[in-house]
């Protein structure tokens, strides 16, 4: 029987590779019930005996994906509202061949212009995932409140708004960017006069 870390709760072939498992030992330590597939390249650790993360999990299964919307803004603390699925970003032409029943992952498709912008890396639980920083989710959010919902739109707002570290230049650029700056520019003149 051959053991691995419990430090990491989701662990890829090559990272097994790395340190030192050949393909038969990888299927070995999966027939011992150590590791579970659960995708082509990657195994859940099922030794794992650290915190839960649902961004980790996402991770796993969308590997370029970047968390995004409704999650990021929870993350942050601009909402009160629990998104029942875990929101990530990837670009348009991807595609993603395996999604967990849990947690559920709902996937956005961003052009490669929005995918790009604003994107951060968090280490958590000696893992790492990227999420939109703050301002990002913001104008993301903003662009997206048909779907999302006005009143949740308008909370984050608030929200934001009512933060110390808030950056309203860095929004008003990423409103540029992203061209949605007079529908920006509009909620903050309400909120901020």
Known sequence: MYAIS???????????????????????????????????????????????????????????????????????????????????????KQKVSTLPDWPAIKLYYFDRVRMEAGVTEINECNETFRIFDVEKTVVDIISYRNKLGIEETAEILRNYVKRKDRQIDKLYNYSKLLRCEKIVRTYLEVLLH
């Open 6 to 92: 419990t430090t990491k709760k989701f662990i890829t072939t090559d990272e097994l590779k790395a340190m030192g498992y050949s393909y038969y030992k990888i299927k070995q330590l999966e027939a011992d019930g150590l590791i579970s597939r659960a995708n082509k390249s990657t195994y859940e650790n099922l030794s794992y005996n650290g915190d839960e993360n649902d961004f980790l999990s996402a991770k796993a299964f969308v590997p370029s994906g970047v968390i995004c919307l409704m999650s990021a803004a929870r993350y942050y603390g601009l909402t009160t509202f629990l998104p029942d699925t875990v929101d990530v970003a990837i670009e348009r």
